[in-house]
C-alpha cells in the first residue's frame, strides 16, 4: 500500500485516496492511491491489468468508485462524468484517440472546446497555430483525422487537451504509437508545460522514459498501489521488480522441446495496420514447440496474428505453412487451428447452440455432411464427447453459446479448434478475462499440443502465461521482434527491458 | 429436444412467447381504445371484427385464405432475417410471380392439374427467385442496402404486373374492369371439406413450406452457414463460409417463397391478376415474422393471427362501418411494441434486474 | 425532332419538374440531416403522408394554408418522435420502426381521412403560386422558376439554412459526430441522444412539409396514400446527395426532371409507351443512381446503430 499520510495543505494537487473498485467477482482496485504535487511530471507504472487505466477511468469521471476519497487542491470533490473533471482542471489524452476520424482536425478540436453556436474555422485554426507555436509540431487543421498517422493523431489529442484549461494533465501511454522525433516533442512540450507549474500524469511501462521525463513515480500491480518513489532514488531493477512481483509459477512439468520441421514461416512480412505497421518482421515456428510473443498491447501482436490467419492482408512478405505458400492470403488450412483474440468478434455465434458452434466451418471435414444435409445425430453426439473432453461447463450441447461464461465459451472455442489434433495452433491472448482455473486449462491444452510434436505459436499480454509455457520467447515492440529470449533465471527483466524499447540479443534493429 | 421445440416455435412456457402473446394483446387493446376515442361504436365493432375471423366456417375459411400468402412471404421474410437481411420485396414478388404464372398458364395450357399446378409452382419459385435474387446481387456486390432495392424493385415489379393486367392479359369479357382472365381451371388450387370446415389446399401447401423451411435452416449445412452469417457476419467469414454467395442465396429463397405465396394465391383464392392484387400482403408478412421471431412455426401462428385480424377488419368494414385499415394500426402497434421489447435498452434492463437477483440471492462467483 | 424539342425546352416541362422535386427536395434534405446524425428514418414515407394529412385538417379547419402547413410540419414531426422513443430512448432496431411507422401511417391517416373528411374529395384552403417581383419577369423560364408555391422558395432556403448549421455551427458538428462516433461525441461530454433528437425532429418536420407540399399545393386535398413512394425515393435519393443538404436540391431536382420527362412522353404521345413503363423509368432510374453512388460514397459510419450510453 502507498503513503497515506496526510498532504501539507497547499502541495498537493490531487490526491487519489483508498479508491476500491469491484466489476461483479473481479475486483479492478483494491484500495489505490495516487497523489499529485504542482510543477510534477508523475510516471504511473504498471503491466497491463494492473489497474492504472481503470483509476484513470475514475479520475475521468468515467468510472465511478466504490470507495475512496478524490482531494482537488485540499477539497474533497466527486467526479461523477468526464465533464465535471474538465472543469476542474483535468485533461485526460487517452491511449486509444477519442478523435471523429471523419472530421478535420479543427472541427475535432472545436467539438471539445468552446460554446458558441457558430463555429469558425478561422478561429480554431489561429487557436490551433497558438498550441503549436508553444508546444511544436505541424499540423494542417483542415486535414481529416482518419488522413493523419497515429502519432500525429496522438499529438491532436494532447493539443485538443491542452487548448482548454487544463491544471493536471493524464496521458495514457502516450508514446506507444509515436516515432523518436515525435516522441522527443512531446517530452519538450510536456517539460514546458510543468515549468508553467502544472502537473502531468505519465502512464507507461516504458522505464526508460519514466528516467528520461517523470519527477516522481508510482508504481501499480494487481489493482494496489506498490510504491511511490522519487526517479532520482531508484533504478531500473528496482521498478521492474515491483511491477512484475511475485516469482513465476512455472510448475509446467515439460520436457525439453525438440524441434522438427519447420510448420509456420513469416518472411519479411510487412503490415500497414491502424494502430501498428509492422516491418519486415520474420518468425518461425516448428513441431514440438511453444512460441511465445510477449509484448505490450498496441505493438502490432493484433495485426501479425490477423495475417497470419488471412483475415487481413499483407503489404509485403509471406506466409508459408508446412510446404504450402500462401504468401499472405491463407485459406483454412485443415490443420491449423485459430483461438482468436476476441471470441465473441471471431470465435462464436453467440445464438447459435454449442453443437453447432462446435463445428462451425468443420462440418464437412469431420464428414458430418451428406447431401448437403446435416448427420445432426452424428454431429450432436461428436459434440458430447468435445465438450466433454474440454471441459465446457454448460447445461448440453443445446444450449445457445451466448449463456456460457466467458471462460466456458473460450474452451468451447478449443474445443473446435484443437479437437482434429491439429499440426499447428496460433492463439491470441486465449485466457484473456478468464479465471485462473480456466487460463490454466487453456494453457495446459497448448502445452499438449506441442506434447504431441504440434507446434503453437501463442501471444499473449500477460508475462506470466509467456513465461509459463514458451520455449522460446519472442519480444514485439513497435511493430518488430526486438529480441529472443529462453526462459530462465532474468529472464523477466531481460523481456522488460526489450518491451521498453532497449534492443539486445538477436533480430535487434 | 431444445432445438425441435424451438424450431416449431412452440415455446409456450419461454421468455418469448409470453412477451409476444403480451405485446398482441396490449396493441389490440390500443387498437380499440383508438377506435372508442375516435368514436366507433365498439359494440358493434368487435362482434363484427369477431365474427368475420371465426364466427362461422365461411369466415373461418377466409381467415385461411388471408393467412396463405402471408405465410408464403412471412416464411421469406424469416429466412431473410435469420440471415441478417431484410426482405421488404414481398409485394414485388408477388406481383412478378403472379404475372408470370398467368402468363405461362396461357402460354402452355396444361390439361392435367397435378401438372398444371406443379407447372404453376415452379413458375412461382422461379420469377419470385430471380426478383429476390437480383437485390442480394445488389446487396452482395454493389453494397446497395436491400431495405431500399427492394422496396425499388416492388414499384418496378407491380408496375410490370400493372402494364400486362392493363395491356396484353386484359381480360376482353371483362365487362370493363382492369383485370386478366382468369387463369385455366387445372391450374387452380381447389378449396377442400375437412369436417365441417373448408380449406384452401393452399394452406396446406403453405403449412408444407413451414416444414421445409424448418428443414432447410435447421438440418442443413447451408442452413447453418446461414444462420451464422446472422447471427455474427465475421464467425461465417472466419468459418469459411463465402458470405456473397450467402446472400444472393438467401435473398432467392425469400423471393422464392414470396413468388410461391403470389401463384397460391392467384391459382387458390383470387383467380385473377388485378392491380388490387395484393393488397400489403408484403408489408404484413414482416409483422408475420417479426411476431414469430422468424421461426417457421412462429410464422404459421402469426400468420393465422394477421389472416383472422384481416378477415375480421374487413367484415367490421362491412357490417359495423369502421375502416378495415385499422387492422394496419394495429399490425404498427404490434410491431412497434416488439422492436421495444427486444431493444438493448430493455434487453440492458431485464440482464441489470436478474444480476441484482442473483446478487441478492448470496455472492456471485 | 420538333416534338423532341418541345419535349424538353417548354416551361410546362420546367414547370412539372420543380412541381414534382419539392415534395422530394423537402424529404431528403430532412433526411440527410437525420442521417448525419446517424438516425436511419425508413418512415420517412409516413412522415410525409402525415404531415399531407395533418395539413389538409389544418388548412380545413382555420382557412389558412399556412397554418395548415405548420401543421403539416408538426404532423411529420410528431410521427418522428415516435420513431425518437422507439429507438433513441429505447436503441431499437431502426430499420423495422421505421416499417413500423409507415404501415401505420398509412392506416391511420386512411382511417381517419374518412371519419373527417369522408370519402369524397374536398377541396381545402392551398397555395396560389407566388411571382417573385422583377425575377419572374424575365424571359422564357421567369415565370415558371419564379412563380413557384412558397414550398418551392421555402426548400431551397431551408437547404441552404441546413447546410449552413451542418458545417459552420457547433450543432452541425454535434450532429456529424454523433453520426460518426457517438462514443467519441459522449466522451467531450455532448449528449448524443438530445443530439440525434433535434436531427430527427427536423427531419420530421422537413417530411411533414413535403408532404404538405402535395396536399396543399398540388392536388388541394388529401388522398389515401398519396405520397405514393416518394419518401422511399428520397430514401435512395439521400445517398446520390452524399449527405450534403444544398445536393438533394439538385438531386431531387435530377430525379424530378426525369419524372417529368416520362410524364411528357405520356402526354404528348411522343413514343407509344404504356403509361406504367414510364413509371418505371424513375424507379430504374433511382436504381442506377443508387448503384453508382453506394460503391463512391462513404455513409456516416454510425448510421443505422442505434447507441446507448455504456
Redesign the interface.
Known amino acids: 500500500m502507498g503513503p497515506t499520510h496526510k498532504p501539507a495543505p497547499g502541495s498537493h494537487l490531487l490526491a487519489l485516496a483508498d479508491i476500491w473498485k469491484r466489476y461483479d467477482a473481479t475486483v479492478a482496485l483494491s484500495g489505490a492511491s495516487l497523489e499529485i504535487e504542482r510543477g510534477e511530471i508523475h510516471a504511473l507504472l504498471g503491466e497491463n491489468g494492473a489497474g492504472k487505466t481503470t483509476l484513470m477511468n475514475v479520475l475521468d469521471g468515467i468510472t465511478r468508485p466504490d470507495s475512496g476519497t478524490i482531494t482537488w487542491s485540499d477539497t474533497e470533490v466527486e467526479i461523477d462524468s468526464p465533464k465535471r473533471a474538465a472543469s476542474l482542471g483535468i485533461g485526460m489524452v487517452h491511449q486509444h484517440d477519442r478523435l471523429v476520424p471523419a472530421l478535420a482536425v479543427w472541427e475535432n478540436i472545436a467539438l471539445a472546446v468552446g460554446s458558441s453556436f457558430r463555429i469558425s474555422r478561422n478561429e480554431i485554426a489561429e487557436h490551433l497555430t497558438e498550441l503549436t507555436e508553444r508546444y511544436g509540431g505541424v499540423i494542417d487543421p483542415d486535414a481529416l483525422v482518419s488522413d493523419l498517422s497515429v502519432g500525429e493523431r496522438q499529438w491532436v489529442s494532447l493539443l485538443r487537451a491542452l487548448a482548454g484549461d487544463v491544471k493536471l494533465l493524464v496521458l495514457d501511454e502516450p508514446t506507444s504509437t509515436l516515432t523518436p522525433i515525435e516522441r522527443d516533442r512531446l517530452f519538450a512540450a510536456l517539460r514546458h508545460y510543468r515549468a508553467a507549474g502544472l502537473s502531468v500524469i505519465f502512464i507507461t511501462h516504458k522505464l526508460d522514459e519514466v528516467f528520461a521525463l517523470c519527477d516522481r513515480v508510482t508504481v501499480m500491480r494487481g489493482g494496489e498501489t506498490v510504491s511511490t518513489v522519487d526517479v532520482a532514488s531508484t533504478t531500473q531493477a528496482q521498478l521492474v521488480q515491483s511491477m512484475v512481483g511475485r516469482p513465476v509459477d512455472t510448475d509446467f512439468d515439460r520436457a525439453p522441446s525438440e524441434r522438427g520441421e519447420i510448420l509456420l514461416q513469416v518472411d519479411s512480412l510487412s503490415v500497414q495496420g491502424a494502430r501498428q505497421t509492422i516491418v519486415e518482421l520474420d518468425l518461425e515456428v516448428s513441431r514440438g514447440e511453444v512460441v511465445g510473443i510477449a509484448g505490450v498491447d498496441g505493438n502490432g501482436q493484433g495485426e501479425l496474428i490477423e495475417v497470419i490467419c488471412g483475415v487481413r492482408e499483407a503489404a509485403e512478405g509471406t506466409v508459408i505453412f508446412g510446404d504450402e505458400t500462401h504468401g499472405w492470403h491463407h485459406g483454412r488450412a485443415a490443420s491449423v487451428a485459430r483461438i482468436p483474440e476476441d471470441r465473441h468478434r471471431h470465435g462464436l455465434a453467440l445464438g447459435l447452440p454449442l453443437w453447432e458452434n462446435v463445428h462451425l466451418g468443420r462440418f464437412r471435414n469431420r464428414g458430418l455432411v451428406r447431401n448437403g444435409f446435416l448427420n445432426r445425430r452424428g454431429a450432436h453426439e461428436a459434440s458430447e464427447a468435445m465438450l466433454e473432453a474440454f471441459d465446457v461447463r454448460c447445461s448440453g450441447p443445446d444450449q445457445p453459446s451466448g449463456e456460457l461464461s466467458g471462460g466456458n465459451q473460450q474452451k468451447a472455442v478449443l474445443a473446435r479448434e484443437l479437437s482434429d489434433d491439429p499440426d499447428l495452433v496460433v492463439a491470441m491472448n486465449p485466457c484473456r478475462g478468464l479465471d485462473i482455473g480456466a487460463a490454466r486449462f487453456v494453457l495446459d491444452q497448448l502445452v499438449a499440443v506441442r506434447d504431441r510434436n504440434g507446434g503453437v505459436l501463442f501471444v499473449s499480454y500477460d508475462l506470466d502465461e509467456i513465461l509459463a509455457i514458451s520455449d522460446r520467447i519472442l519480444v514485439m515492440a513497435s511493430g518488430r521482434i526486438a529480441g529472443e529470449l529462453k526462459p530462465g533465471p532474468d529472464v523477466i527483466e531481460q523481456i522488460g527491458l526489450l518491451m521498453g524499447g532497449a534492443e539486445i540479443g538477436v533480430n535487434a534493429q | 429436444m431444445s432445438s425441435k421445440r424451438d424450431a416449431l416455435g412452440l415455446v409456450l412456457l419461454g421468455r418469448e412467447s409470453f412477451v409476444v402473446s403480451a405485446v398482441i394483446i396490449l396493441g389490440l387493446l390500443l387498437s380499440l381504445v383508438m377506435l372508442a376515442v375516435t368514436g366507433a361504436d365498439l359494440g358493434e365493432a368487435i362482434p363484427a371484427l369477431l365474427s368475420g375471423a371465426v364466427g362461422d366456417a365461411r369466415a373461418f375459411e377466409e381467415t385461411l385464405h388471408q393467412s396463405v400468402p402471408i405465410m408464403f412471404v412471412g416464411l421469406g421474410v424469416a429466412i431473410g432475417l435469420r440471415a441478417g437481411l431484410f426482405n421488404i420485396g414481398g409485394e414485388g414478388q408477388i406481383y412478378v410471380a403472379a404475372l408470370a404464372g398467368i402468363t405461362v398458364s396461357q402460354w402452355l395450357p396444361i390439361d392435367v392439374p397435378v401438372l398444371a399446378v406443379a407447372l404453376l409452382l415452379v413458375v412461382g419459385i422461379i420469377a419470385g427467385g430471380v426478383w429476390g435474387a437480383a437485390a442480394g446481387w445488389m446487396r452482395a456486390y454493389m453494397d446497395m442496402n436491400e431495405v431500399i432495392t427492394t422496396i425499388l424493385l416492388n414499384g418496378i415489379g407491380f408496375l410490370l404486373a400493372s402494364w400486362a393486367i392493363h395491356g396484353p392479359l386484359r381480360d376482353r369479357e371483362g365487362g370493363g374492369f382492369p383485370w386478366s382472365e382468369k387463369i385455366g381451371e387445372p391450374f387452380r388450387l381447389p378449396v377442400l371439406d375437412v369436417g365441417p370446415l373448408t380449406m384452401p389446399s393452399g394452406f396446406l401447401l403453405a403449412l408444407c413450406a413451414a416444414i421445409i423451411v424448418w428443414i432447410f435452416l435447421d438440418k442443413t449445412v447451408i442452413g447453418v452457414e446461414l444462420r451464422t452469417l446472422g447471427d455474427n457476419h465475421d464467425a461465417a467469414a472466419y468459418a469459411g463460409a463465402r458470405v456473397p454467395l450467402l446472400v444472393i442465396v438467401a435473398m432467392a429463397c425469400a423471393g422464392a417463397l414470396a413468388g410461391v405465396g403470389g401463384v397460391v394465391e392467384l391459382s387458390g383464392n383470387q383467380e385473377r391478376l388485378s392491380d388490387f392484387f395484393s393488397p400489403g400482403y408484403g408489408f404484413t408478412a414482416i409483422a408475420v415474422a417479426l411476431v414469430g421471431n422468424a421461426r417457421a412455426g412462429g410464422v404459421v401462428m402469426a400468420a393465422l393471427f394477421f389472416g383472422a385480424l384481416t378477415a375480421g377488419a374487413s367484415s367490421m368494414e362491412r357490417i359495423a362501418q369502421v375502416p378495415a385499415s385499422t387492422s394496419l394500426v394495429a399490425q404498427a402497434i404490434i410491431v412497434a411494441l416488439l422492436v421495444v421489447a427486444r431493444s438493448e435498452r430493455l434487453g440492458r434492463w431485464v440482464r441489470a434486474r436478474r444480476q441484482l437477483a442473483a446478487a441478492l440471492d448470496g455472492q456471485v462467483a | 425532332m420538333d416534338a423532341v424539342i418541345e419535349l424538353f425546352i417548354s416551361t410546362a416541362f420546367v414547370a412539372s419538374t420543380l412541381r414534382l422535386a419539392v415534395p422530394l427536395m423537402l424529404a431528403a434534405t430532412g433526411e440527410v440531416i437525420s442521417e448525419r446524425a446517424g438516425i436511419l428514418n ?1 418512415g420517412l414515407e409516413g412522415m410525409m403522408l402525415v404531415g399531407a394529412f395533418t395539413a389538409v385538417i389544418g388548412a380545413d379547419l382555420t382557412g389558412s394554408p399556412w397554418l395548415g402547413a405548420i401543421a403539416g410540419a408538426a404532423g411529420g414531426a410528431a410521427l418522428a418522435s ?1 420513431h425518437g422513443v ?1 429507438v433513441i ?5 431502426q ?3 421505421g ?10 391517416t ?3 381521412s ?2 373527417i373528411l369522408g370519402t369524397g374529395q374536398t377541396e381545402v384552403a392551398h397555395f396560389e403560386p407566388v411571382n417573385i417581383p422583377i425575377l419572374s419577369d424575365l424571359p422564357f423560364f421567369g415565370p415558371t422558376v419564379f412563380g413557384q408555391s412558397p414550398f418551392f422558395y421555402f426548400a431551397i432556403a431551408m437547404a441552404g439554412l441546413l447546410s449552413w448549421v451542418l458545417f ?4 452541425g ?2 450532429w ?2 454523433a453520426g ?2 457517438p ?3 459522449d ?4 449528449s448524443v441522444a438530445r443530439t440525434r433528437w433535434t436531427a430527427l425532429l427536423v427531419c420530421g418536420a422537413m417530411a411533414g412539409l413535403g408532404g404538405a407540399s402535395i396536399s396543399l399545393a398540388q392536388l388541394f386535398t388529401f388522398i389515401e396514400n398519396m405520397t405514393g ?1 416518394s419518401g ?2 428520397a ?2 435519393l439521400v ?1 446520390v446527395t452524399r449527405w450534403r443538404p444544398l445536393w438533394a436540391v439538385g438531386v431531387a431536382t435530377f430525379f424530378a426532371s426525369a419524372d417529368a420527362l416520362a410524364l411528357r412522353i405520356q402526354a404528348l404521345d411522343v413514343v407509344a409507351i ?1 403509361f ?2 414510364s ?2 423509368i424513375p ?2 432510374l ?2 442506377i443512381m ?2 453508382f453512388a ?2 463512391a460514397g ?1 455513409s ?2 454510425a448510421l443505422g446503430r ?1 447507441w ?1 450510453k455504456s
Open positions: 425508413i415516435i422507439i430512448r429505447w436503441a431499437g432496431d430499420v423495422v420502426s416499417l413500423a411507422l409507415n404501415i401505420g401511417a398509412l392506416g391511420i386512411t382511417y381517419l374518412r371519419k459552420r455551427t457547433r450543432l458538428l454535434a456529424r459526430s460518426e462516433d462514443d467519441a461525441l466522451s467531450v461530454g455532448v413512394g422511399f425515393i430514401l435512395a445517398i404504356p406504367q413503363i413509371l418505371m424507379l430504374v433511382t436504381l443508387y448503384g453506394a460503391r462513404r456516416p459510419s442505434s446507448l
